[in-house]
């Protein structure tokens, strides 16, 4: 089944534990993209990577870090979580960049807090 | 300005009835136009692209108009499933070709028996 999975789906922290979410697709997708989801300000952009190799900051990366080694493979990572971080994470991804109607595929979302 | 602006709602209908969301973008080299279709608590998931000539699938109809920067969704014949929280998308090539997706912060549809 085509899909993104992303891991965990819940996670509890305290401040300072750096952590890390997970996201893998199985389409073969070029484009990946971290989204975090907060109430009044809805889907804003994290960092996204247009391939291997390739990664930028999106509307809101300070905390953030990401890499993407592998096609399939883009985590996120908080170095340093702070209790601003708690949030809805969702990764996704897309056939392609440049012009085109394609969608996003989107995981499952992480819901994280940080106490 | 918000990039993507719609009406949060709530909007609240009878089964049966036909409701319509409305977007604005604002920046007029907006290029690709969506509607995800967004659960409580779940990720969002593509409803149907937007195109210039308009498009129509089953119940659903969705409209841009360039000129006004306004894009719309229509559902007829509402279901008690249809309600969710419905986001409007715009993209835009940015610098080195990458499509960055906008969202708007969504309108939420509960649609009553």
């Known amino acids: 089944e085509a899909q993104v999975t992303q891991n965990p789906r819940y996670l509890i922290t305290v401040t300072g534990k750096k952590l890390t979410v997970t996201c893998s697709q199985n389409m073969n997708h070029e484009y990946m993209s971290w989204y975090r989801q907060d109430p009044g300000l809805g889907l804003r952009q994290i960092y996204y990577s247009m391939n291997v190799e390739v990664t930028d900051k999106g509307d809101v990366p300070e905390g953030y870090k990401v890499s993407r080694k592998e096609k399939r493979n883009f985590p996120l990572i908080l170095e340093s979580p702070s209790p601003n971080q708690t949030s809805l994470y969702f990764c996704?991804?897309?056939?392609?960049?440049?012009?085109?109607?394609?969608?996003?595929?989107f995981g499952s979302g992480t819901r994280l807090t940080v106490v | 300005r918000k990039e993507v602006e719609q009406d949060p709602g709530p909007f609240n209908v009878p089964e049966g009835a036909t409701v319509a969301f409305n977007c604005t973008y604002s920046n007029s080299a907006s290029q690709s136009f969506f509607w995800y279709r967004q659960d409580c608590r779940k990720e969002p998931k593509l409803l149907m692209s937007?195109?210039?000539s308009g498009n129509e699938d089953g119940r659903f109809t969705a409209q841009l108009n360039r000129a006004s920067q306004y894009i719309s969704l229509l559902i007829r014949d509402s279901k008690l499933s249809d309600s969710a929280t419905y986001l409007c998308v715009v993209t835009l090539l940015s610098s080195g070709s990458a499509r960055q997706l906008t969202f708007g912060s969504g309108t939420q549809l509960t649609v009553l028996p």
């Open positions: 996704a991804s897309s056939p392609k960049t440049g012009v085109g109607n394609y969608g996003y595929t």
């Open positions: 937007v195109y210039s």
